[in-house]
């Protein structure tokens, strides 16, 4: 660093000197040479007092830089002194170019920034030697020599010098601006102000030099970075760039403490309950189209059986967050440990985001084998959505009809055979299809990573279909508000919104048939008390506490009756949409079983051909014609 800030310096006093060099006499004005010079006078020495005529026409001067290569030494106190320090920075260069420089082509041979570079990073000995990139030096060397004339190369090699100077002196700032701590300059007198000074200079004085070659020597550089940044190599330099990235980020998250909220700058930050994203593509898919470059997005993943250490390696794969690159998806990936789904979400619900980038939406699939799953999985279903809503959340329940778990198709195309046994441990993956509590994680992240995704229904283009939304309760807008999002992105553009308000009801002695059919949905569920005596009634009541019983069943019938007709009302309507958007209904903690809860949600989304997002906001107005 001080070799190139005196190189800097001295450019600049010999280029303020030469400058500076007009004859005067002790007053200050112009020598009286000029008035004693002849008539005619060639060039623009002429103003000031001299006349080189004679070398212009006849060209036979003998002297100045382009005749005579010793016009250092000629001016110098010590010519000797002039000499040995051309050697010493001749051989200093040398050295570099011929040691230091083939080990710093080694590396870059080795991180495969280039095509067709890699046979030059191959190591030799104990200490790695470059001998092949030593060779390449050497051959390089050889061929400029044989030029025999180094005056017609030194426009270009001193311009790209001064550009490595540039660069250097530039990395040197921008580390100390980004207050990175693996940044320590030992150099006592050491300035990131002197730093910038020195790469500014260096380029104003390359342009100075030889305006052709600053041009090739920038736009090679240029070239180069270009080439790197469009190929996105798998390399961690830990540069100044990243720090800066950090930097940034930081500031701004923490400056949106002191923004206020807004119904005009509302955006549904989603907190998906996907699992491993892998393992519910189409969920992962359909949130990311409406918040992508517009809103905040987390894939949360439980992995419930408490702290084992193949719960915490499992939580730290990175494999997810290299598929979400993967598949350019603009997400985040969050997991938790804890010992049972449940308590995971609660962890999620109250931890995830940072300051005002914070989930405000939780996002999970439709259980769809609830009939066949244990009365605590679907307790811990509904008690989810019930810790959400008290939590100020507003919930998005996604249904399709061929299911959203992928787990067991990537299953069967994996050979168990030839992957090494792991514990058994319980990773939950809420939401969505599946799901008993418990899942294999036999199925290595990396390799489910590597396996080809199919593609969603949500990767496609919607034609001109439509989005039907049907608005059954005012939550605060944002039922309505997810259908305009979805519009706005180009898979969706030429979708059309219809809106479905709700209305009377019709004849209940026209819908016996449904009735029927929705009564066998939660018969295994209910608990009849039917001649039994009083103390046995209790009993059977007390044990089976999580059914629903014949008082509860008449309490919410008319609610029951109300999601039959819905779903008659969207299968006659929406058949052939794109997308259909329900109200979700609402059932009162400790007053609703979550049973009848579950065939509440079931009714309403059942045999139905489109995706049907089930939506309930938190009562947060998000549109402006509540601002009106």
Known sequence: MLAIFWTTISYLIISATIGSCVLRDASGDVNDTLSSLSGECLGLGCSYGWNFSDCITNKTCPHGLSNNYQTMSMVSAVAPLITAGIFGATLSSALACLVSAPKVFQCLCKDNLYPGIGFFGKSYGKNNEPLRSYLLAYVIAICFILIAELNTIAPIISNFFLCSYALINFSCFHASITNSPGWRPTFRFYSKWLSLLGAVVSVIIMFLLTWWAALIAIGIVIFLLGYVLYKKPEVNWGSSMQASSYNMALSQCVGLNQVEDHIKNYRPQCLVLSGPPCIRPSLVDFISTFTKNQSLMICANITAGGPSPGAVDSAKSSAH??????RRIKAFYHN????????????????????RMKPNVLVMGFKKNWRKAQPSDIENYIGILHDAFDLQYGVCVLRMKEGLDMSRTMQ????LGFETSTEQGLDTRTSTTTTPATIDTSLDPEVLMAMSQPTSVFQTRQGKKTIDVYWLSDDGGLTLLVPYLLTRKKRWGKCKVRVFVGGEAQQIDEQKQDIKRFEDLIAPYRVSTVQKDGQEADETTKEFSWMVSDEEFETFKAKSLRQIRLNEVIQDYSRDAALIIVTMPVGRRGACPSPLYMAWLEIVSRDLRPPVLLVRGNQENVLTLYCQ
Not at 321 to 326: C, G, P, Q
Not at 412 to 415: G, P
């Open 336 to 355: 938790v440990v804890a010992d049972d789904l449940r308590v995971g979400v609660r962890m999620l619900l109250q931890s995830a985001g940072l300051g």
């Open 412 to 415: 069967a195309h994996v050979n």
């Open 321 to 326: 967050i290299s598929w979400l690159n993967k």
